[in-house]
């Protein structure tokens, strides 16, 4: 018996910069991953925790502002290997599709593979649901996150910049989407006139 689609949403969020010129040959590492999966439309698993940056390992003062996080907190937190055997562990390759707002999700984890000298651990169907949001509304710009779930007059869950948080709003916004899809590809009801040459009903009893 052949399992159903299994949907992962995704956030994660990464070290910054203080400034452009600091720190030296700075790259953005993971340091908080959100995971939500979804089977049959129901969420089967989250998964939340902090992770150890490698190449910086001492957070910036606009990252632990921006992001509200402690050192502490990403001293405590697993590894970016332990990071890899949980993403590893979904099997997403056998049937796995991968969701998440914007691109740089996915991009920062293949970066940070690279680092550490390991094999990417989600080789399947990728969405970037913030495009999709795009060319479903025509908007000529992308849409931040909290932004387009309150154009749906809803608010994001919990709080911006938590990556569990902000993987559920993801999901949220990507169940109204696909609603709305749904919606707009019923076929209209035929009416009485499409069921009916009147045309012809008329011919016959004109004078």
């Known amino acids: 018996m052949s399992l159903p689609p299994l949907f992962l949403f995704i956030d994660f969020e990464f070290t910054m910069p203080e400034n452009r010129h600091y720190p030296k040959n700075f790259f953005p590492e993971i340091i908080e991953a959100g995971i939500v999966a979804?089977?049959?439309?129901?969420?089967?698993?989250?998964?939340?925790?902090?992770?150890?940056?490698?190449?910086?390992?001492?957070?910036?003062?606009?990252?632990?502002?921006?992001?509200?996080?402690?050192?502490?907190?990403?001293?405590e937190g697993i590894s970016f290997f332990e990071l890899i055997d949980v993403l590893s562990s979904f099997r997403a390759h056998e049937r796995g599709t991968v969701i998440t707002w914007g691109n740089m999700d996915m991009r920062v984890l293949k970066n940070n593979c690279d680092?550490?000298?390991m094999q990417f651990p989600l080789p399947?169907?990728?969405?970037?649901?913030?495009?999709?949001?795009?060319r479903f509304f025509g908007d000529q710009n992308q849409?931040?996150?909290?932004?387009a779930v309150q154009e749906y007059g809803k608010e994001g869950t919990g709080k911006h910049h938590r990556a569990l948080d902000d993987a559920l709003t993801t999901?949220?916004?990507?169940?109204?989407?696909?609603?709305?899809?749904?919606?707009?590809?019923?076929?209209?009801?035929?009416?009485?006139?499409?069921?009916?040459d009147l045309s012809k009903i008329m011919n016959k009893y004109a004078l």
């Not at 399947?124 to 795009?134: F, P, R, T």
């Not at 849409?143 to 932004?147: A, M, R």
């Open 38 to 75: 979804v089977e049959n439309d129901q969420i089967i698993q989250q998964f939340s925790t902090y992770i150890q940056p490698k190449a910086f390992p001492t957070l910036t003062d606009r990252c632990r502002s921006f992001l509200n996080i402690s050192q502490k907190r990403v001293d």
């Open 115 to 117: 680092y550490h000298g």
């Open 143 to 147: 849409t931040g996150l909290w932004k």
């Open 171 to 196: 999901y949220n916004i990507f169940r109204l989407v696909e609603k709305d899809k749904s919606y707009l590809a019923r076929p209209k009801p035929t009416t009485i006139g499409d069921r009916i």
């Open 124 to 134: 399947c169907k990728q969405v970037d649901l913030s495009m999709e949001y795009k």
